[in-house]
């Protein structure tokens, strides 16, 4: 597949060959948007951090009712395979070993933003939601809140909630598992830095 401009176009079945050929390693920070190779930029402490964090509160409170993949990759379309935060996963016997996640196994999707909040928010998101991905929540560190992403549609999420630390939250597909906002980002306020 090529753009008007000429540049050649990846499917998600060629980007996952240049793994098996050895021209892109596992390891290597890397996504598949729209059918360009995107480079990730390294994982910095914090961002790292609140990472561990989210996965330290999130996979004991979800026990037996969903599963937290840590930046593993999701099949969006057959041109787009972002490797999210964290994913919300449907139970699968397998835990996803077969075949990557797809958005109706997503109960949520989530992105830890630093120096990628431009991307994320204004390239990323509106591909989940253009997906059917239900929920999308985004860690805004250099502003210090959670942006909550719901009702995705063709041109979007049609709702965002903006909470902070004093707020409590909710996953749309577990509402009865209310989490404190603090509880998931302990390690804001050292982060000056990012401002």
Known sequence: MRTASGKKLLTSAEYEG???QGVLHEDDRVELIEGEVIPLSPIGPPHGGVVICLANVLIPLLAGRAVVGVQ???RLSDITEPQPDLLILRPRG????????LPEDIFCLIEVSDS???YDRGRKAPLYAQAGVPETWLFNLPEE???VYREPGPRGYASVTTLRRCDRVAFAAFPDLVIEVSDLLPLLPLLPQLQ
């Open 94 to 101: 397998d835990f996803y070993t077969t075949a990557h996640p």
């Open 72 to 74: 593993t990759s999701t």
């Open 145 to 147: 809140f959670l942006e």
């Open 18 to 20: 240049l793994v098996e």
């Open 116 to 118: 990628s909040l431009a």
